[in-house]
């Protein structure tokens, strides 16, 4: 992700799906597949928008947002997907956690361009 601004998203409710991982060594293939896997979430009925960050730990946090806990079922179960979550787990992952929340309420600030 190269655009450092918060996703744009609709007043809530809406969900957010969190996933926290800490990276194996190399890339592996990961560049290109975790672009590509945006690309196709963005095309999927409910999908809301992402913000995604890493440290230089290690430590990466990536939140993806949805309408709808259906919306968040069949990305999960997308074709596509599937197959690329079980590569995670044997090679792109030493630990990860994933948390799905109803958000109820947001705000935010952005400073004027002039300011």
């Known amino acids: ?4 601004t918060p996703a744009l998203l609709p007043a809530p409710p809406y969900y957010a799906v969190v996933f926290t991982s800490v990276r194996t060594a190399g890339d592996n293939g990961y560049g290109e597949t975790a672009e590509r896997l945006l690309e196709l979430a963005a095309e999927q009925p409910g999908f809301l928008g992402v913000d995604s960050a890493r440290g230089a730990d290690g430590l990466g946090i990536t939140v993806s947002y949805w309408k709808n806990e259906e919306s968040i079922a069949a990305w999960r179960d997308h074709a596509e997907h599937a197959p690329v979550r079980a ?10 956690s994933l948390h ?16």
């Open 1 to 4: 992700m190269t655009d450092p």
């Open 87 to 96: 590569h995670g787990h044997e090679h792109w992952y030493a630990s990860f």
């Open 100 to 115: 799905v929340a109803k958000v109820e309420r947001a705000y935010g600030f952005a400073r004027p361009a002039d300011a």
